[in-house]
Nanobody, 125 residues
Framework: VQLQASGGGLVQAGGSLRLSCAAS????????MAWIRQAPGKQREFVAG????????SIGDSVKGRFTISRDNAKNTVTLQMNSLMPEDTAVYYC???????????????????WGQGTKVTVSS
């Protein structure tokens, strides 16, 4: 099983980044997917989740209206589009897969089955 996240980097406040996560080694289409971030010295935070078929999404309150999540089950990828970035968005962003029959709005990070290695996003003011 592998979740390979990419697309992080350094960006100025107000800018945009697009994170991608490529999945392999499991049946991607039957897993809810999520992006979860962890800022230095803080707990993990749910950013966005998407249902197995990609129709339903959930966006965390702190990024609502700025971030969107999407997936392509044919390519086994999940994407996080981040706009209007702010310094407080600085964190390591992880993609995660949840194979149980739970909501795509699962805020319990301990319930996710698979995790990527993370990609670092730094937003300068």
């Amino acid at each position: 099983v592998q979740l390979q996240a990419s697309g992080g980097g350094l960006v100025q406040a107000g800018g945009s980044l697009r994170l991608s996560c490529a999945a392999s080694g499991f049946i991607f289409s039957i897993y809810n997917m999520a992006w979860i971030r962890q800022a230095p010295g803080k707990q993990r935070e749910f950013v966005a989740g998407i249902s197995r078929n990609g129709i339903s999404t959930s966006i965390g309150d702190s990024v609502k209206g700025r971030f969107t999540i999407s997936r392509d089950n044919a390519k086994n990828t999940v994407t996080l589009q981040m706009n209007s970035l702010m310094p407080e968005d600085t964190a390591v962003y992880y993609c995660a897969a949840d194979g149980a029959l739970r909501s795509w709005d699962n805020r319990n990070d301990y319930e996710y089955d698979y995790w990527g290695q993370g990609t670092k996003v730094t937003v300068s003011s």
